[in-house]
């Protein structure tokens, strides 16, 4: 069965530190996206893909890169990480021109002290 | 004002009960809307897209009204594997960047 798999699953590592979170997808989607997801907000977007070596910004997507190599990848990379990045983190995936539908993966929970 | 919002209760309610969530959003022009489902430390999973028509389901039913700007979410015979929070989901015109996700409301179903 196609699937979205995210790894870590959790992650501790400490200010200024670079990390990179791995999204990998087999539903052959063009689209990918990552979202946080924090207490008293809905998710946000950091980036979205809407191909191969295509990556745009998204609401959040200060101190977060991606890039896209494949189909399948989109890693995300904390360039040096911060106390205020601390969430869940879930990337996504939807086919090309649908209505706005997305598949998520289970999240990695990213703990920044 | 948000551009979705949600009570975000809890509503307890008991088995067999019908529960009724509504989600207003602020755009007029939005043009899609969903309701996703999410587990507790789970990822969100798609329940239903929401049609113009309205649609049902199975115990879900989703229903648009354009002029309050509000979408709304019910169900019946609630069983206790229901309990999750309830996402409502809108896209404006334009790319994905236009897609916003409300905060939820938790549904807890009491045996």
């Known amino acids: 069965d196609a699937e979205i798999t995210q790894s870590p699953r959790h992650k501790i590592t400490e200010t200024g530190r670079q990390v990179t979170l791995a999204c990998h997808q087999t539903w052959n989607h063009n689209n990918m996206f990552w979202y946080r997801q924090d207490l008293g907000h809905g998710l946000r977007l950091i980036h979205y893909?809407?191909?191969?070596?295509?990556?745009n910004k998204g609401e959040v997507s200060d101190g977060y890169s991606v890039s896209r190599s494949n189909t399948e990848d989109l890693p995300l990379t904390l360039e040096s990480a911060a106390s205020s990045q601390t969430s869940v983190y879930f990337c996504?995936?939807?086919?090309?021109?649908?209505?706005?539908?997305?598949?998520f993966g289970p999240g990695t929970r990213l703990t920044v002290l | 004002r948000k551009e979705v919002e949600q009570d975000p209760g809890p509503f307890n309610v008991p088995e067999g009960a019908t529960v009724a969530f509504n989600c207003t959003y602020s755009?007029?022009?939005?043009?899609?809307f969903f309701w996703y489902r999410q587990d507790c430390r789970k990822e969100p999973k798609l329940l239903m897209s929401?049609?113009?028509s309205g649609n049902e389901d199975g115990r879900f039913t989703a229903q648009l009204n354009r002029a309050s700007q509000y979408i709304s979410l019910l169900i019946r015979d609630s069983k206790l594997s229901d309990s999750a929070t309830y996402l409502c989901v809108v896209k404006r015109p334009g790319g994905y960047q236009k897609v916003t996700f409300g905060t939820g409301t938790k549904l807890q179903v009491i045996p």
């Open positions: 893909s809407y191909g191969v070596h295509d990556t």
């Open positions: 929401v049609y113009s």
């Open positions: 755009n007029s022009a939005s043009q899609s």
């Open positions: 996504a995936s939807s086919e090309r021109g649908n209505r706005g539908e997305q598949f």
